[in-house]
């Protein structure tokens, strides 16, 4: 029985692909992939390719042994996994962001648009800010 491993598509399976091939697996079908997402060429790991977030749902529900995922997303998700190794790729950062004539010391409450509410929240709760946040996968209108 073959060793699972959800990978994340995209960025961090591009960084990732060539750690995994120097520590022996074959990772021809994932270079080749077409729109395959399950990948067995090698005889003792399977690779299936998810988006982030299902990385984590794969694991707490026993469908893979091992899961590759941004430390972003174990954040978010308060997840009970352990990070057990920092592979080094797909650093990201959280930018703040608004208009041009955007006051913040303005008195009314902000509103964030985010695709991590939970680190949003915990952010602006560590400075003492009340604010109104929205989640988002995609662009948002911002002009309400």
Not at 109 to 123: E, L, V
Request: aromatic letters at 8%; a positive charge.
């Amino acid at each position: 029985m073959p060793i699972k491993i959800a990978l994340t598509k995209g960025r961090v399976e591009q960084q990732v692909v060539p750690l995994i091939e120097a520590g022996g697996i074959d990772c021809s079908g994932i270079r080749n992939k077409g729109r395959r997402l399950i990948f067995d060429e090698d005889p003792v790991f399977e690779t299936i390719l998810v988006k982030g977030p299902d990385v984590l749902t794969y694991l707490n529900n026993g469908s893979v042994q091992i899961g590759i995922v941004g430390s972003d997303i174990l954040a978010e998700q308060n997840n009970p996994q352990y990070a057990m190794l920092d592979l080094g790729v797909g650093k990201c950062r959280f930018v703040l962001a608004s208009t041009r004539d955007f006051n913040p010391q303005q008195v009314r409450r902000k509103i964030i648009a985010t695709k991590y509410p939970n680190i949003t929240k915990r952010y602006f709760q560590s400075i003492g800010e009340d604010v109104e946040i929205i989640k988002i996968e995609g662009p948002w209108n911002w002009r309400r």
